[in-house]
């Protein structure tokens, strides 16, 4: 399995800045993934990063929001711009590959806290 | 897309009690994974069992694809079970993960 580092693993930040959140791998991977999870709820798909192209954003979240870049196989990043308190949740990266039998693996998560 | 629902949404145990978890989902799934959310917030692979059964421990999990539900057993409980357990899933011909809500288990000393 996939050893995936997620940096920070926690920040608190003021209201209308921004933080990238780091997901690196140790070998290549066809699918990297981010998602969030708010306080008590379940995880939600923000987008897939897309190798050498922009991101597919699922419905209700937008790039200029959580703009996300992945130069290459095994980095991805994910920026949460101009923040306010409703961004305060964990973010997690995935990875996986495609194909019918593949299993999901996940960073440890970014604790974001938004004052 | 496939809609993922598990039950219950809550669960109390006595330490040493045995406890049952149940995932349904829509339409044709590949994939089905548990996970276990501790409280740092740490998502741990629990089993990746798309049909069958698979033992782990204390833990084993049942899928039964054409029924499309999935159960996952939590025998002899320890307070460090405690946490969140999410069943999710991917739709056949896709790629993206979808999770369920997650059960609530709090096992108590």
């Known amino acids: 399995s996939a050893v995936i580092s997620q940096k920070p693993s926690r920040d608190i930040c003021q209201r209308g800045t921004s933080l990238t959140i780091q997901c690196q791998v140790d070998?290549?991977?066809?699918?990297m993934f981010w998602y969030r999870q708010q306080p008590g709820q379940s995880l939600t798909l923000i987008a897939t990063?897309?190798?050498?192209?922009?991101?597919?954003?699922e419905s209700g979240f937008v790039i200029d929001k959580f703009p996300i870049s992945r130069p290459n196989l095994t980095f991805s990043t994910l920026t949460v711009s101009n923040m306010s308190p409703e961004d305060s949740s964990i973010y997690l990266c995935?990875?996986?590959?495609?194909?019918?039998?593949?299993?999901?693996?996940f960073g440890q998560g970014t604790r974001l806290t938004v004052v | 897309g496939i809609q993922v629902e598990q039950s219950p949404p809550d669960l109390i145990l006595q330490e040493g009690a045995n406890s049952t978890l149940r995932c349904n989902f829509s339409?044709?799934?590949?994939?089905l994974q548990w996970f276990h959310q501790n409280p740092w917030g740490q998502l741990i692979n629990l089993f990746y069992?798309?049909?069958g059964t698979k033992q782990n421990g204390r833990l084993s999990a049942t899928t039964v694809a054409t029924e499309r539900y999935s159960l996952l057993y939590i025998s002899s409980s320890q307070t460090t079970d405690s946490g969140v357990y999410f069943c999710?899933?991917?739709?056949?011909?896709?790629?993206?993960?979808?999770f369920g809500a997650g059960t609530r288990l709090f096992v108590k000393a």
């Open positions: 995935s990875v996986g590959e495609t194909g019918p039998n593949t299993e999901a693996f």
């Open positions: 070998s290549q991977v066809t699918m």
């Open positions: 990063a897309n190798q050498g192209s922009e991101a597919t954003y």
């Open positions: 339409d044709s799934v590949n994939n």
């Open positions: 069992i798309p049909s």
């Open positions: 999710a899933g991917v739709n056949t011909g896709g790629f993206k993960t979808i």
